[in-house]
């Protein structure tokens, strides 16, 4: 690390200094949070809405980050993004989702307006205005920087970051195998959630916390799990028959779809109910890997039969890396598991509270009739109507953030092996705050974005 890059960290207030420990205030404490308000969300690419929100010319929708609004709006030349607000005396133009292909964006105060693409049509009254302040470049709707991937529009505000894709990294290779850029939308929640976003964001970025949260799917590891015997001396599901396995298995898969309401989508489910008591080896990987070989074939033709835009899954599980939770830094995941993905992205609204979506996507065939939901259903975290796996991760939060306030917490412990995630994130988030260079930040996040139960890593500062 150079002299010049320790010397900027060294300005991160509760900066991570042992990667295994993460300091309570940065939960917390609102010094902290306006360094990310100010220096981390302003720099980074952000999932701003997934396109099939807004299919016809004029649909828009805002995307909203703390106090900054972007209107993404279909124009006849694609997808464009404007900063919201009025260019007369700033009042924010687009406040949820619409369409304005008849009349563009018309403000509620003074009444000027602007075509879809952003040039301003109409000044009420123009003549009493000195003409520079009318100048057409200055009145027109203010671009900000766009990108897509994986079916989805990404803003950055800073003009001068590196692209979309240098800051994802090997990540966007691996979803885009899995057919990501065609996903739709099965549903779409919503939760505001008394945390901070980071802690939201950390309970979907280890497996280390399913014995205990989500027993349901700790008992169905057909496995074994790789932390040994629980705290009753049990090591679970040992010495199982081949067919055993394979409809523990299916069950967990099943359990995993309903637990979730999707990432494994009911008509994948159907698939896999049909392998139940297929034959297989007694030995428990070997029937595994007999299991999921059958299983990927069959999920794949199902959905060739149903015209769905497929991948071959054997093929892709066999080429390409796969993890469980994907993470784009810094505030958006896909969990992929056959074809069917869930996703996330969460966003800060106080240091402790913020907003957590969710979705369900499946591979549709694209003929298939079906009402995409252009806002998400609004629901309390701890509604009985969010699946079962959310409402119980959800269910630990509030009492973690109550914790880290408690006295006698100084920092979070985490495992070097299975925790990684959160320390290489967190370490990130460091590099932002201390205004390291762009290229250094890219890199790093190619690294973070690296997948599910990874270790601590080098992020190469
Ligand atoms: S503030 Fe928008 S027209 Fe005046
Ligand atoms: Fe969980």
């Not at 997934?50 to 703390?66: A, C, F, H, S």
């Not at 972007?70 to 949820?96: D, E, M, P, Q, W």
């Not at 989805?152 to 966007?172: E, K, R, T, W």
């Amino acid at each position: 690390m150079s002299a010049d890059t320790t010397l900027s960290l060294d300005t991160v207030p509760f900066k991570v200094t042992n990667p295994e420990h993460i300091p309570a205030q940065r939960y917390y404490d609102p010094e902290f949070f306006e360094l990310e308000r100010e220096k981390l969300w302003p720099h980074v690419w952000q999932m701003a809405c997934r396109l099939e929100e807004i299919p016809e010319v004029g649909d828009y929708t805002q995307y909203t980050i703390l106090d900054k609004s972007v209107i993404l709006v279909r124009t006849k030349s694609g997808v464009k993004a404007f900063h919201n607000a009025c260019r007369h005396r700033g009042v924010r133009l687009a406040t949820g989702p619409g369409n304005c292909a008849k009349q563009g964006f018309v403000c509620p105060f003074h009444g000027w307006r602007w075509h879809i693409e952003g040039q301003n049509t109409f000044v009420f009254g123009k003549q009493v205005f000195s003409p520079d302040l009318l100048d057409k470049a200055e009145i027109n709707l203010k671009p900000c920087r766009i990108d897509f991937w994986a079916g989805c529009a990404f803003i950055n505000f800073d003009d001068d970051a590196p692209s979309l894709l240098d800051s994802l990294g090997p990540v966007a290779e691996r979803m885009n195998a899995r057919h990501a850029d065609k996903l739709k939308m099965d549903w779409w929640y919503a939760t505001v959630l008394p945390t901070n976003w980071k802690l939201a964001m950390e309970a979907f970025q280890e497996g280390y916390h399913t014995m205990k949260t989500h027993p349901q799917l700790h008992q169905l590891s057909a496995l074994g799990n790789m932390y040994g015997p629980d705290a009753d001396g049990l090591s679970i599901n040992r010495g199982l028959s081949g067919k055993q396995t394979v409809n523990m298995h299916v069950d967990f898969l099943a359990r995993l779809g309903s637990g979730m309401g999707g990432m494994v989508h009911d008509s994948e489910v159907a698939v896999l109910e049909r392998l139940r008591d297929m034959d297989a080896p007694d030995d428990p990987m070997e029937a595994t890997m007999a299991f999921y070989a059958r299983a990927n074939e069959e999920v794949t033709k199902d959905g060739l039969a149903r015209g769905a835009p497929m991948f071959d899954i054997s093929k892709v599980s066999a080429e390409v890396e796969f993890h469980a939770v994907e993470f784009m830094f810094p505030h958006y995941f896909l969990l992929p598991m056959l074809a069917a993905m869930s996703s996330y992205r969460i966003r800060p609204l106080t240091p402790e509270t913020c907003l957590f979506e969710i979705w369900s996507l499946v591979l549709r065939p694209e003929d298939e009739e079906f009402e995409t939901p252009r806002e998400p259903i609004v629901l309390p975290y701890n509604s009985p109507d969010f699946p079962e796996i959310p409402r119980q991760d959800y269910s630990n939060l509030p009492l973690q953030q109550l914790g880290l306030h408690a006295g006698g917490f100084e920092y979070m412990r985490l495992s070097k092996e299975t925790e990684g995630m959160i320390s290489n994130y967190q370490r990130l988030i460091d590099g932002y705050i201390a205004g390291l260079d762009p290229e250094t930040l890219a890199k790093a996040s190619q690294a973070v974005n690296c997948g599910f139960e990874a270790p601590i890593r080098d992020i190469g500062f």
